[in-house]
Each structure stands twice: as structure tokens, then as C-alpha cells.
């Protein structure tokens, strides 16, 4: 039985999976059979275990030679790049015979590490479905431009102009915003604390419980009238650490896991204190709630840090001075005036708009194949 859609992600980050499942969320709404594949789940174990350590270690533990790492291979012509492709190439195959075995009418990837060995597969014909790339940050990588792609969905200008001078045709690119799921977008205005109610504040450190949330903690210490909601992700023990350095900073905090359903904790919040993920800055931007952005990685993120603080809708600041800096912000009366510019910045709909740009390229095959 053929597959209407065909989506495909990368976990080296909580993001290109929940983009994937936002518009799988919209495909199925229309009443069209989705298929979400992880990538990793056709390659050997160590080739996906490999790929997320180094990912999580070079993000976490030595971010600046991640930021070097990432401006240096920010071009097409780099002399490991015939290596790097020819690895995927390999690891990946079975991906190729799995999406052609949908027969898929159109196929969608979240992340750029499918594009290599699906576009590949799209420009040798052994793909006849039409292939989208979703980029998922503020800025577009060279690692994006892979040939075979029929159209890229870029959330801004600005990752337009960086795809094109990677040599992606601008004809090729749709500027649909990043996908999210609808209830961020439908999260109500909350503005300031009333006289006498409590700073409402979320801290959330990604799916994969990442970043200096025990130091941030911290730095709540002495700071009044604040209710402080931690989501710790799926890090190993990151739930009993967290709750236990609270307590010995005699900081009253909620302490969570992984949260399924994090729009509705954003929507308890006043503001946001988190890393500058593209999905998180999106869906947090969405629901018009201003930010707070620490530890940014030299990279991508800086460029979705630029949009959050160039649009006045967060500030950046150091791991301890979160606190002092959540509290300024309600004792100037920023907040709501912040909530309101956030809502400006990102598109809401990018999931409805991603799908529609696949379908559209899955239309125009078919009308010319007819021809």
C-alpha cells in the first residue's frame, strides 16, 4: 500500500524529531498516510551511538571547538567532504530501501544527514518521489545544500541567502517558517504577574536534559516571589540532581522528567529560560513568551540567539545571573511588551506551510510526468 508521506529525522537533537512529528501531526489531520522514520534505525548501532556522542559531547562539553568545527566545514568544497558523503552513502543505504519500499508520494527530512543518501538516490532515479529539506534553525549550514532536493524550507531571508550561497537556486527555496505544533501558537497571552502573584518561570534543558540547569538553579538563590519549573529531559538522574541542588540553594522548584507536552507548561510560565535550540526559540516564540537564552554553542544557535535578543524578545545571559536577570525584567515591566514582539518573530504555521510546499512539488511531478 503506498505512503502518502514520507518523513524522515536525525535524534542528535529533540528538535528534528519534534519537527518531524509537527507535520506528520498536519499530514494526518488531512487524512493522509505518514510514515516518521529515524535515520539511525538503518545504519549499525555505533555508526547513530557515534554521531549523537560526538554531537552531544561537542555541543556540551567543548563548544568551542564545536563552533570552530562548524565555520570551518561551512562549505561545499571542503577536502573531507567526498570522505563524509562517501561514509553516509554507506552507513545510510538501507534508509533508501525502506522510503522507495513506502512508494511514497512526496518525502519530507528534518535533519540533513537523510538528504545526503536521498537526494542521491532522488538523482539517480531510483527515488521518484519529490524530496523536501526542512531547515530547522535560523541560519542554513552548507551541509543542507545536497544535490536531488527538489525544494528547501527555509524559516527566513536570512537562511535563504545562506542556502543560495551554498548554490542552492533560489527558485528551490519557500520560506515557510520552522514546524511546530499548533498548540504552541494557541497558547493565550499572559502578560505580567499581577500585584502579589508570583514570577513564573520555566527552565527547560532540552530533550536530552543537556546544559548548566544546576548552575542556573543556582543562581535563583535569594530571589523572591518566583516559582521556578525545571523540565530536566531524559538525562539519566539529571530529575534527582537538579532537585537536590535546589534544595541545598533553598530555592523552591518543581522538578520534572521529559515533558510530553510542553506547551502547556510554557503557557503556566511568564518567561522561558532556555538554550537557543530552533525548535525551543520557535515554539517559545510562538506562544509569546520572551526568553532568556544561556549557554549558546557557536554555530547555529548563534544565529537563533540574534533573532530572539535582535527582536527584543530575550536577553543573554551567563548560567548564574538567569535569575537576577528573569527578575529585572519584571521589576521594569518588560514582559508582556517581550511576549508581544516574540509572537512577531517566527511564522506559527510552518508545519501547515512545509507540507503544503511537499505536496505541491509531489502535484507538479505528477502534472509533468502526464505531460
Not at 542552492?168 to 515557510?176: G, K, L, S, Y
Not at 551567563?318 to 512577531?344: I, P, Q
Request: charge should be positive.
Amino acid at each position: 500500500m503506498r505512503t502518502d508521506v514520507v518523513i524522515v529525522y536525525t535524534p542528535v537533537g529533540g528538535g528534528h524529531k519534534a519537527a518531524a512529528l509537527a507535520v506528520a501531526a498536519v499530514a494526518r489531520s488531512r487524512g493522509l498516510s505518514v510514515k516518521v522514520l529515524d535515520l539511525f534505525a538503518f545504519a549499525p548501532p555505533i555508526v547513530g551511538a557515534t554521531y549523537q556522542t560526538a554531537h552531544l559531547r561537542g555541543t556540551t562539553l567543548t563548544p568551542t571547538f564545536y563552533g570552530m568545527s562548524y565555520f570551518a566545514a561551512n562549505r561545499r568544497d571542503g577536502a573531507f567532504e567526498p570522505v563524509r558523503r562517501g561514509f553516509d552513502h554507506l552507513a545510510f543505504a538501507g534508509l533508501v530501501k525502506q522510503v522507495c519500499d513506502e512508494s511514497p508520494h512526496t518525502v519530507i527530512a528534518t535533519h540533513h544527514l537523510p538528504l545526503v543518501v536521498l537526494g542521491r538516490a532522488r538523482r539517480l532515479g531510483k527515488l521518484g518521489a519529490p524530496l523536501t529539506g526542512v531547515i530547522t534553525d535560523y541560519t542554513s549550514h552548507a551541509c543542507w545544500a545536497e544535490p536531488g532536493v527538489d525544494a528547501f524550507c527555509v524559516p527566513c531571508p536570512s537562511a535563504a541567502r545562506d542556502l543560495e550561497g551554498h548554490g542552492v537556486p533560489r527558485a528551490a527555496m519557500i520560506e515557510t517558517g520552522i514546524p511546530i505544533r499548533a498548540e504552541f501558537a494557541g497558547v493565550a497571552d499572559v502578560g505580567a504577574p499581577r500585584p502579589g502573584e508570583p514570577l513564573r518561570v520555566l527552565l527547560t534543558s532540552g530533550s536530552f536534559g543537556l546544559g548548566p540547569t544546576t548552575a542556573i538553579v543556582r543562581g535563583f538563590a535569594g530571589i523572591r516571589d518566583v516559582e521556578l519549573t525545571v523540565v530536566c529531559g531524559t538525562s539519566k538522574g539529571a530529575e534527582a540532581r537538579v532537585a537536590h541542588v535546589a534544595e541545598g540553594a533553598g530555592v523552591k522548584a518543581r522538578v520534572l522528567g521529559f515533558e510530553r507536552d510542553m506547551a502547556s507548561r510554557i503557557a503556566e510560565a511568564h518567561v522561558v529560560i532556555g538554550k537557543a535550540g530552533g525548535l525551543t526559540v520557535t515554539e517559545t516564540m510562538a506562544a509569546g513568551r520572551p526568553m532568556i537564552l544561556v549557554g549558546t554553542v557557536p554555530g547555529n544557535e548563534l544565529s537563533n540567539e540574534r533573532l530572539v535578543v535582535g527582536g527584543g524578545a530575550g536577553y543573554a545571559a551567563a548560567a548564574g545571573d538567569a535569575g537576577a536577570v528573569a527578575s529585572s525584567l519584571r521589576e521594569r515591566g518588560l514582559l508582556e511588551e517581550m511576549g508581544t514582539r516574540a509572537r512577531g518573530l517566527v511564522r506559527s504555521r510552518g508545519a501547515e506551510a512545509v507540507l503544503d510546499v511537499a505536496l505541491a512539488a509531489a502535484s507538479a511531478r505528477e502534472h509533468g510526468a502526464a505531460a
